[in-house]
């Protein structure tokens, strides 16, 4: 009796069960086909009828490989493993089919003046199966090969996937044990368009437009060094007197992560790009500036540079030392609308698609052994506060919190040779880092309105599948004293500052009406002498304000005979009562390129400035209408002896005048009155 009654409860169970399980299969092939739709609608996607192609795998043996899915086909070079063509969507290759096979789509290494394009020697078939195939192109260094070969070792490895419109791309360099010394600056992948298809280009919501062509450019008329062309002759009248210049086009790492072009003009658009699902094997950190997409059509992806930084940040590997790093994977993607009129509408999939990219990172399918899948990857939280001064403790709001190789505070910056984790953190100071490569790490950290640079005292070692909770945090940025003035705002950036409107003659018609990226213009520093003829900027704290007074960049005033010259900046300031100890000048730089300022207070006379910063950076700012490059920070102590009551003055001059590039953007001055106790109150 009691055994038929349990079995009689087995029995219901299982019915409800099977119920349970029809239920849900039913709701999710709903929600998946809901899901399926709206994509379709939004999309229309030649893909949607195959979307279930195998993945096909041809000619292994020809001095071509061809993967298809149905939806993109993607040809490559054997064993180079350069990409010769991408056909979509009905066109039979997106790439300029007029340059050589080597010159569509492929990797560059620079070392100096020396730019490789580093091929593979010996092809392989990773992965073969029905939904996805991944394909190796090895390079293997040998002593015996001619000093134009970067010594590295390179797998390059490109992945198609049923159902995806695009390829990825990601590449594995080593450098074993005994391989001779090298210094690189910079790692890239360069994709140029059919250019009699693609002449539309979008980096950001507001930055795309459509864009002159090379032969535009080839018939303008040089600016001041080859990048930045006047526009004379251009194809379209419209363009006409128009600046172009790809450093217009930068973007910071952090908000660099889909750009790429549309055949605007074509009846069904087509659209090319380039999705960033991470930053962890970019250099430099998250504020680092580099190249996007520009004339050609060009669609550039930059893993290592040392644009908007300089030499500094090259990656230097000694005689013998043994280095592995994968750079990307990246995500190639393509998109079509089904009218001219819907071009647009290809910005914002390519947004759309960025996100899905993002929310599958870690990927799962790379099968690299080298790239570290989600399970293998830690996680680093806590909660960081900042004690400023005398002041009570606060949430370190929006800061700016990674881990990258071990150094000095603030050395994330110019570190470019290991990964980098990087999250901002809650208005309530926690943070959370994701997806960190297991190793070992410094922690650093940087608050937008506090100075300096916060490093946790500990190194960091991250194992697979661990979580470390830091807890509690506390950033004690550099203070001695309490503010008696300050001009700026701590953010690393001269962004506050006085940017200048453009010569109404070397405009770039994206950044006429857009004050937050003015700073885009092409030859904003040449206005400095225009706004002060005769004197140089007199600041007077209390009067003055520095998003009218201040100009954005510190460069040489150019005199009538067109000969340069130092311009010394003057700021005024009074002090009601000289108190004894040591005042403190924090003087913090955005930039600096072959600049040098000097610092005199009161007495300015040819005798050694009281302080000099001596010649600092080449980041090369100013003429790569960057707003911001390495940040620098000099808390300079002051004995009180050097001040009186009433007025005061402080001088910085930019003592380096040899070209108009050389100068400083300042980022935030303060003076603290000497450290205070309770007695002084
Ligand atoms: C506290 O912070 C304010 C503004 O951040 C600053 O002006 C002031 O000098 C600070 N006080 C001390 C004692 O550091
Ligand atoms: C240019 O003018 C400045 C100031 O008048 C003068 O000191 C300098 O010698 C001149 N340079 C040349 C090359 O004429
Ligand atoms: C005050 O500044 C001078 C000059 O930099 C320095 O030599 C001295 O050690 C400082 N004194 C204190 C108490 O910090």
Redesign the pocket.
């Known amino acids: 009796m009691k055994m038929e009654c349990g079995m009689d409860k087995r029995v219901l169970l299982l019915w409800w069960y099977i119920i349970v399980c029809q239920l849900c299969f039913i709701l999710g092939a709903y929600s998946e086909d809901f899901s399926f739709r709206r994509n379709l609608r939004i999309f229309d996607n030649p893909e949607s009828s195959s979307a279930n192609s195998l993945v096909t795998l041809n000619n292994q043996n020809s001095a071509q490989v061809v993967i298809s899915n149905g939806i993109i086909s993607l040809t490559l070079s054997n064993p180079r493993g350069y990409v010769k063509g991408v056909s979509y969507a009905g066109i039979d290759n997106v790439l300029d089919e007029k340059n050589e096979e080597n010159d569509r789509g492929y990797l560059d290494i620079s070392s100096g003046k020396l730019t490789q394009r580093v091929h593979g020697t010996h092809f392989s078939v990773i992965t073969h199966k029905e939904n996805i195939v991944e394909v190796s192109f090895l390079r293997t260094w040998r002593s015996s090969m001619d000093a134009s070969n970067v010594p590295i070792n390179m797998d390059q490895r490109y992945i198609v996937r049923s159902g995806d419109s695009g390829f990825y791309s990601y590449v594995i360099f080593e450098r074993p044990k005994g391989f001779p010394a090298i210094t690189i600056d910079q790692i890239r992948i360069v994709y140029k368009l059919n250019e009699a298809r693609f002449n539309y280009m979008a980096i950001s919501d507001t930055r795309q437009r459509k864009m002159p062509s090379m032969r535009d450019r080839k018939t303008g008329q040089e600016l001041a060094y080859p990048e930045a062309v006047q526009l004379k002759n251009p194809s379209n009248p419209e363009f006409k007197g128009e600046v172009d210049d790809k450093y217009q086009y930068s973007s910071e790492n952090q908000y660099n992560q889909v750009n790429g072009w549309i055949t605007a003009d074509s009846e069904k658009p087509v659209g090319f790009w380039i999705i960033t699902p991470s930053n962890e094997f970019r250099n430099g950190g998250p504020i680092k500036q580099d190249l996007t997409s520009h004339v050609g059509p060009t669609c550039l992806f930059m893993f290592v540079s040392t644009h908007y930084a300089g030499k500094q940040v090259e990656i230097e590997f000694q005689q013998g030392e043994a280095y592995k790093k994968v750079f990307g994977p990246i995500f190639v993607y393509l998109n079509s609308a089904p009218s001219n009129n819907q071009f647009k509408s290809l910005w914002s999939d390519a947004k759309q698609k960025l996100l899905n990219e993002l929310k599958n990172w870690p990927y799962d399918f790379p099968q690299s052994k080298d790239f570290i899948p989600p399970n293998q990857r830690g996680t680093l939280l806590g909660n960081l506060r900042v004690q ?4 009570k403790s606060q949430n370190a709001k929006k800061a700016y919190i990674g881990l990258a190789l071990p150094g000095p505070a603030g050395s994330w910056q110019r570190e470019s040779k290991g990964y980098q984790f990087w999250t901002r953190s809650y208005l309530n100071g926690n943070f959370i880092i994701k997806n960190i490569v297991p190793g070992t790490y410094n922690l650093f950290a940087w608050i937008p309105g506090f100075i300096g640079d916060y490093k946790y005292n500990y190194e960091i070692t991250i194992k697979p599948g661990s979580t470390i909770n830091l807890n509690s945090l506390v950033y004690n940025p550099p ?1 001695n004293g ?2 008696l003035w300050e001009i700026g705002v701590p953010d690393r950036s001269a962004a506050e500052f006085f940017v200048p409107n453009p010569y109404p003659y070397l405009t770039n018609k994206l950044y006429i009406n857009d004050p937050i990226n003015k700073f885009r213009n092409y030859g904003l520093w040449n206005r400095y002498t225009e706004l002060y003829p005769k004197h140089d900027i007199v600041y007077k704290v209390g009067v003055s304000k520095y998003q009218n007074d201040w100009f954005f960049a510190h460069v040489p005033r150019i005199l009538e005979n067109k000969t340069y010259q130092a311009a010394t900046w003057n700021v005024k300031f009074e002090l009601s009562n000289v108190l004894n100890g040591n005042y403190t000048l924090q003087l913090a730089l955005a930039s600096a390129s072959y600049a040098e300022v000097q610092v005199w207070f009161n007495k300015m006379s040819d005798d050694p400035p009281y302080f000099t910063t001596k010649r600092i950076g080449d980041d090369n700012i100013i003429a790569r209408h960057g707003i911001h490059g390495l940040y620098w920070l000099f808390s300079i102590q002051l004995p009180s002896v050097h001040l009186v009551k009433g007025d005061n003055t402080l001088y910085l001059r930019q003592s380096r005048f040899g070209s108009l590039f050389e100068g400083v953007l300042y980022d935030y001055i303060r003076l603290e009155s000497p450290p ?1 106790t309770k007695l002084n109150v």
């Open positions: 400023d001064g005398g002041n203070r309490p503010t205070t």
